[in-house]
């Protein structure tokens, strides 16, 4: 599943130029951002993009706003208890 | 095979230093030593521990297989099931294991001196905690994710499901009490603290209304602009303190406080989860994870020396921190750092869910567990770098050590701590507040051990009040989280439990059955937070060890179905992996539940509750109390704490027969006859992971 293909189709969500070829600088500035991201448990819409491409072509996917509300209610709807 | 030598002539000398420091640590007598030695010896145990034996338990024992297709790869969803790189849910995991627990413990343990403690957090999470962090995380992965009480009821059967639904919400409850106390106690007639975290809830609206409606998901903006307010209000409280008509404004008595985060804890988990939950998550999260590492390198920066004695006179039970002797009690009063049984809820929550390769889940689940008790190693030396007679001055009850300077430095004087009165109020001078007397709960003293190191490392003491406060704030901060998702997640859990009875109460869109649950969820950990705070013997030292023998009891719950599950896929030979722990967890908590019911005064709960209600009957007042009403309340709160502990008590016997009764028949079946998800072959040398 090659995904970094997967990226150049995606019209670009994030700050990065669209028509520069990414650089290893902005690369590594994205997977960093992903990895805080994941880290702290925040709702990641280019990883949701990516994968709702591959699995469900046909639908058209939610707006980075809608995402952002989905994903948060759902993170914490069923919230899993926090830790002492 | 030169490469191969080199690797374990490394090893050896890891290990040759590791003795060493603990060598230093342990056999140091009449001297102080030095608290680099500790934090050296501990990092090598928790390396080799890593290298060698959960090595052992990933290749021998479960026989991770990365040709098999992990949940996150199969039912990948770019949401819930996303295959993550192997360091970022590291970090992921850490930060959601890791919370008040490891922080706590360690500081009240360390009125034994620090060498039980240490030993305990070192053996106990290479034996016990990091083992059933690894398996239960383990067991999820292969049940596509599956929760613990899912899990027990596959495994174990329906009713030892629903026996372990009820112990994790009671739990739960006691958690949060005793979280919610520790707030209370440590903001207390403190204005630039409560000033402090008060901002915190305004703030993290305006980020989540920021990163809702203003730049939908820029949580890097929001939360840059978070720490940058936090800062400045941190700042801004010594004016706040010093201030005429805004002093006032925020000193509130413990009781008070109580209120206040009761009726925080009511709001807060019926307000909309975006606009005050999950930016203070993120929030914490980042001042959690900078904290913890400034810590690491300020220990080793500074090297402050260990003033608190290898053991004290109290490992014998007379102890003014916490009553009861070292054996059980130590084994309890430490829970995170060395075994937390709240692990195996979020081992089997969302880091299964993301897992990339089974192998990972040794790194993640054992190494996440190995990070989380380092953090408990900090606590500990944070605590005991103090001078003994500030620890006791902080750390004991007012009962005991009285209200004023003079008479505390008396008390502790006669403990054979040399402190003057001075050097309690200069204390308190030096980190900005009125008086350090009787802050139990662990925050306080953490936050005085931090400032010191700190401080030393940078700014000098100028900046003590400074870093004092922020110490109190990062643990205010997520303590304030966990009481928000936890009420949440207990609301969840009681709707679970009432829907069976009456189903209009378990659905989780009606107001009415959430606004009932909540209030219920709030009202049991309220009421024990409102009596620590008025009860004259009540307060963090009669609610830790009920949460102690309640989370070690998880735990043990937790290596029961671990074990359960062992013997079912046929791998017996290494049932000693988690019967080991799963022995010790029972025998520890089941000596304390004993001893907490059944033993006389000062530790059993029904011994103290007989002799107030006795004597209030005769109409006497036993100090600390005031009042025939203080007497019937501390009578009562003993009771109660007291039917509680024999409840986990029976919890934990009901849950060993199931465990026993479920093994025995899998020991009679020659064939595996453990529940896991079919298996699928994983494409071989395929990065699943999406973060590139």
């Known amino acids: 599943m090659p995904l970094p293909t997967e990226r150049s189709t995606a019209p670009c969500v994030c700050e990065c130029a669209p028509s520069k070829p990414t650089t290893r600088l902005a690369e590594r500035l994205a997977f960093l951002r992903q990895a805080i991201r994941r880290i702290i448990g925040a709702p990641d819409y280019e990883t949701y993009l990516a994968r709702h491409r591959q699995i469900h072509p046909e639908v058209p996917p939610m707006s980075e706003k809608?995402?952002?509300?989905?994903?948060?209610?759902?993170?914490?709807?069923?919230?899993?208890?926090?830790?002492? | 095979m030169n490469n191969k030598l080199l690797a374990y002539l490394g090893w050896l000398l890891l290990a040759v230093l590791g003795a060493f420091s603990l060598g230093a640590v342990a056999l140091n007598r009449g001297e102080t030593v030095s608290a680099v030695w500790l934090v050296t010896a501990s990092l090598c145990i928790y390396f080799i521990g890593y290298r060698f034996y959960s090595k052992f338990i990933a290749e021998r024992v479960l026989q991770l297989d990365d040709s098999r297709m992990t949940p996150a790869v199969s039912h990948n969803d770019g949401l819930d099931y996303v295959p993550t790189n192997k360091w970022v849910l590291y970090?992921?995991?850490?930060?959601?294991?890791?919370?008040?627990?490891?922080?706590?413990?360690?500081?009240?343990?360390?009125?034994?001196?620090?060498?039980?403690?240490?030993?305990?957090i070192l053996v106990g999470v290479i034996i016990a905690g990091a083992v059933q962090d690894f398996m239960v995380l383990f067991c999820s992965m292969r049940r596509d994710g599956k929760s613990l009480g899912e899990m027990i009821k596959m495994e174990m059967g329906p009713i030892a499901g629903g026996i372990a639904?009820?112990?994790?919400?009671?739990?739960?409850?006691?958690?949060?009490?005793?979280?919610?106390?520790?707030?209370?106690?440590?903001?207390?007639?403190?204005?630039?603290?409560?000033?402090?975290?008060?901002?915190t809830i305004p703030l993290a609206m305006v980020m989540g209304i920021y990163m809702r409606y203003i730049r939908p998901g820029k949580i890097g903006e929001a939360s840059i602009f978070g720490v940058i307010v936090l800062l400045l209000a941190l700042w801004y409280g010594q004016h706040v303190s010093a201030d005429a008509t805004l002093g006032p404004?925020?000193?509130?008595?413990a009781p008070q406080?109580?209120?206040?985060?009761?009726?925080?804890?009511?709001?807060?988990?019926?307000?909309?989860?975006?606009?005050?939950?999950?930016?203070?998550?993120?929030?914490?999260?980042f001042l959690k994870i900078g904290v913890v590492t400034a810590l690491a390198i300020g220990?080793?920066?500074?090297?402050?020396?260990?003033?608190?004695?290898?053991?004290?006179?109290?490992?014998?039970?007379?102890?003014?921190?916490?009553?009861?002797?070292?054996?059980?009690?130590?084994?309890?009063?430490?829970?995170?750092?060395?075994?937390?049984?709240?692990?195996?809820?979020?081992?089997?929550?969302?880091?299964?869910?993301?897992?990339?390769?089974?192998?990972?889940?040794r790194f993640i689940?054992?190494?996440?567990?190995?990070?989380?008790?380092?953090?408990?190693?900090?606590?500990?030396?944070?605590?005991?770098?103090?001078?003994?007679?500030?620890?006791?001055?902080?750390?004991?009850?007012?009962?005991?050590?009285?209200?004023?300077?003079?008479?505390?430095?008396?008390?502790?004087?006669?403990?054979?701590?040399?402190?003057?009165?001075?050097?309690?109020?200069?204390?308190?001078?030096?980190?900005?507040?009125?008086?350090?007397?009787?802050?139990?709960?662990?925050?306080?003293?953490?936050?005085?051990?931090?400032?010191h190191i700190m401080a030393a490392a940078l700014g000098g003491q100028a900046l003590q009040a400074f870093w004092y406060h922020f110490a109190i704030l990062f643990e205010a901060l997520f303590i304030l989280t966990a009481v928000d998702a936890g009420t949440r997640a207990g609301r969840f859990m009681i709707q679970d439990l009432l829907g069976n009875l009456y189903a209009p109460l378990g659905r989780t869109n009606s107001l009415p059955a959430n606004v009932i649950a909540t209030m219920l969820c709030v009202t049991m950990w309220g009421y024990f937070v409102y009596q620590g705070t008025v009860d004259p013997l009540g307060g963090v030292n009669t609610i830790w060890p009920l949460f102690g023998i309640g989370n070690q009891m998880l735990a043990g719950i937790a290596l029961l179905l671990c074990t359960t599950v062992l013997i079912k896929m046929k791998r017996e030979r290494y049932i000693w992996v988690t019967l080991v722990p799963t022995a010790?967890?029972?025998?520890?908590?089941?000596?304390?539940?004993?001893?907490?019911?059944?033993?006389?005064?000062?530790?059993?709960?029904?011994?103290?509750?007989?002799?107030?209600?006795?004597a209030a009957a005769a109409g006497t007042v036993l100090a600390p109390a005031k009042s025939i009403a203080d007497m019937e309340r501390v009578a009562f709160n003993n009771y109660l704490c007291g039917t509680i502990t024999a409840l986990f008590v029976l919890l934990v016997a009901a849950m060993a027969f199931f465990a026993i009764r479920m093994s025995l028949q899998a020991i009679r079946n020659p064939k595996p006859t453990v529940h896991e998800s079919p298996y699928q072959i994983a494409q071989p040398g395929v990065n699943y992971a999406t973060a590139h």
């Open chain 2, 249 to 253: 404004l925020f000193t509130y008595s």
């Open chain 1, 66 to 84: 809608e995402f952002f509300r989905f994903a948060i209610d759902r993170r914490y709807a069923k919230a899993g208890p926090r830790c002492c």
């Open chain 2, 365 to 451: 689940g054992y190494g996440g567990m190995l990070t989380e008790s380092f953090v408990a190693i900090m606590a500990l030396t944070a605590a005991c770098i103090l001078d003994p007679g500030i620890y006791f001055a902080m750390n004991s009850p007012a009962a005991i050590i009285g209200t004023t300077a003079e008479k505390a430095a008396e008390v502790i004087g006669h403990w054979g701590w040399a402190i003057t009165p001075e050097m309690i109020t200069q204390t308190a001078h030096d980190i900005g507040e009125k008086t350090i007397l009787s802050r139990a709960g662990g925050a306080p003293t953490l936050a005085v051990g931090m400032a």
């Open chain 2, 91 to 120: 970090g992921h995991h850490f930060a959601a294991i890791a919370g008040a627990g490891p922080l706590v413990g360690p500081v009240l343990a360390a009125q034994m001196g620090y060498l039980p403690g240490t030993i305990w």
């Open chain 2, 165 to 199: 639904l009820v112990g994790a919400l009671a739990i739960m409850i006691i958690i949060l009490a005793a979280l919610g106390l520790v707030v209370v106690k440590a903001l207390g007639e403190s204005p630039w603290g409560t000033f402090t975290v008060a901002v």
């Open chain 2, 299 to 361: 220990i080793y920066v500074v090297a402050p020396e260990l003033k608190m004695p290898a053991t004290t006179r109290f490992i014998d039970g007379s102890g003014p921190v916490f009553s009861g002797q070292l054996f059980p009690f130590l084994f309890i009063t430490i829970a995170c750092g060395s075994v937390s049984g709240f692990h195996a809820l979020i081992s089997s929550g969302t880091t299964p869910k993301l897992i990339e390769r089974e192998s990972h889940a």
């Open chain 2, 584 to 614: 010790w967890l029972l025998i520890c908590t089941l000596t304390a539940g004993w001893q907490k019911v059944f033993a006389e005064l000062p530790v059993g709960f029904f011994a103290i509750a007989q002799k107030y209600s006795n």
């Open chain 2, 257 to 285: 406080l109580a209120w206040a985060i009761i009726i925080y804890g009511a709001v807060a988990s019926m307000l909309p989860v975006w606009l005050l939950l999950a930016p203070r998550d993120y929030l914490s999260t």
